[in-house]
């Protein structure tokens, strides 16, 4: 947060009409103006779900990188204008392109110090030119006149500053404490901020050539950090997407096997109604073979107490005749 509220300082820093008709590297479809930062801030808040988390640190290294090059491109406008108002008849083919369409963070980077380095050895050149033009018998004129009439001077050749000197000098220290705030804002080494406390006010030739050899490798380090975050944005949507099929691919797994126990669950209900019937079925059979049995023991007894009594009375009938029998044998 900290970090996108340091970059909104610096392209508030750069006028506004340099930065109109710039799409955004993060919305390819809107004006970079147009964003609404402070929206996306609030919609990707730190918040208690991990992987929201993650979306949300993505999100804003995007917005990061979307606001870097709309500095860029501002400043790249800005230069192309002041160099077209000092030296109009300077502007190279290349500066016609149109810069603002462009989305790639590298050809960006390029253009905005191609067209740096393009306006410094043609302010170094027009300043040659001026000095070998210059009459060898001109006459001393005053400091005010010479700050009206002439377009580039260096320390060597100058009573005082001219007005372009002095805008372009400004015009570069702006963009160095820009690039040296940035360097500072990633924790990166600046090789300008050990170099700009030793300048003077005004530049000599080797000042702007040392100063442009320390812009590039502070340039060079920021595009390399550039670099290495999209490189890590695009590893951590990788292991996001990783993770992502993982989860659906557990999902699905995880549906499965409750797919399976439910139908588990139900071939189980279906094996306990069958069981609980077929008990019933054999409670059923049993209950209706003891009251067979219980009816046929009834029976028997019955048969039995018949018989008893069947019996009784052939015993009674078989002693009878024996005590005939004997009686008869007494008489003969």
Partial sequence: MHTLNRIA???LSVEIKYLHRCHSWKFPDKIATDVDINELLQRYQHGKHEVD??????????????????????????????QTNIIPNTIDSASTVNQQSSLSVG?????????????????????????????????????????????????????????????FQQCLRDQSDSLINLCHTYNLPSSLAQYRSSTTDLFSLDNINHWSDCQTKDIDRVSKHVEYLNNTLNKAKSDLQLNENRCKKQDETNSRLQQLINDDKQSKKVLQELHDRKVNDLKKQCDQQETNLNEQIKLLTNQKIKLEQQLKEVDDLCTSRGEQIEKLGNFS
């Fill in 53 to 82: 988390n993650q979306v949300s640190h993505i999100v804003l290294f995007e917005l990061i990188i979307d606001r870097l090059l709309l500095i860029l491109h501002g400043s790249w406008r800005y230069l192309r204008e002041m």
């Fill in 107 to 167: 050809l960006v980077v390029k253009k905005y110090w191609n067209k740096l380095l393009h306006l410094s050895s043609v302010l170094q050149q027009h300043e040659n030119d001026r000095r070998q033009t210059r009459p060898a018998t001109a006459l001393p004129r005053s400091k005010s006149s010479l700050n009206t009439e002439k377009r580039c001077q260096t320390t060597e050749t100058s009573i005082g500053p001219c007005q372009s000197c002095l805008k």
């Fill in 9 to 11: 300082e610096l392209y």
